[in-house]
Antibody, heavy 122, light 111 residues
């Protein structure tokens, strides 16, 4: 099991950007993929996209393409997710989730971070 | 919009068996993509329950089992316990959307 520890809660103004980090335990990125999932208040889970750090390969949900950037730093085993042009509809808890292997799209997410609440408000 | 449909809620008494369904289409479950299941207790992160290939992870209660057939999948919980209360989500891949899709979630209440 890999531990995922996310950065703390954020409050952002509309139109700004937010970056959330997800630190993995141990030397995990050699055979690991990280996915980002968000959950708006009272709503279900929504897949945003993922990355295979060792290859730098990313996949995004179409609705987030161009507004969300997922990246990873192999030297620190930290993955990042940045959302730009924030609106109130982006208020949600953002989770990173991990899996062994490189099957971002059809695989399952064994490990989960604790979640990061992002509140967008003026 | 291709996606996965779950009933909003299910309930059962302690010791009973409950089933949570996940209905998809020919572009996701019907295309043979595996369905995975997660449990989420309110206020906490989702927890992986069942994968569509090998079933339960090691250490997971054997009261939980999953199956899929045609365009649907099911999560069965035997011997319901109070600690099973929470929200359950199915997950698969949709080839039309070329994206991971989650069901809307099902709230399980133990009576």
């Amino acid at each position: 099991q890999v531990q995922l520890v996310q950065s703390g809660a954020e409050v952002k103004e509309p139109g700004s950007s937010v970056r959330v980090s997800c630190e993995t335990s141990g030397d995990t990125f050699n055979n690991y993929a990280v996915t980002w999932v968000r959950q708006a208040p009272g709503q279900g889970l929504e897949w945003m996209g993922g990355i295979i750090p060792i290859f730098g390969t990313t996949n995004y949900a179409q609705r987030f393409e161009g507004r969300v950037t997922i990246s990873a730093d192999e030297s620190t085993n930290i993955a990042y997710m940045e959302v730009s042009s924030l609106t109130s509809e982006d208020t949600a808890v953002y989770y990173c989730a991990g899996q062994e292997g490189h099957d971002i799209l059809t695989g399952y997410y064994r490990d989960w971070g604790q979640g990061t609440l992002v509140t967008v408000s003026s | 919009q291709s996606g996965l449909t779950q009933p909003p809620s299910v309930s059962g008494a302690p010791g009973q068996r409950v089933t949570v369904t996940c209905t998809g289409s020919s572009s996701n479950i019907g295309a043979g993509y595996n369905v995975h299941w997660y449990q989420q207790v309110p206020g906490t992160a989702p927890r992986f329950l069942i994968n569509g290939v090998t079933g339960r992870p090691s250490g997971a209660p054997d009261r939980f089992s999953g199956s899929q057939s045609g365009t649907s999948a099911s999560l069965v919980i035997n011997g319901l316990q109070a600690e099973d209360e929470g929200d359950y989500y199915c997950q698969s891949f949709d080839s039309t959307l070329s994206a991971v899709v989650f069901g809307g979630g099902t709230k399980l209440t133990v009576l």
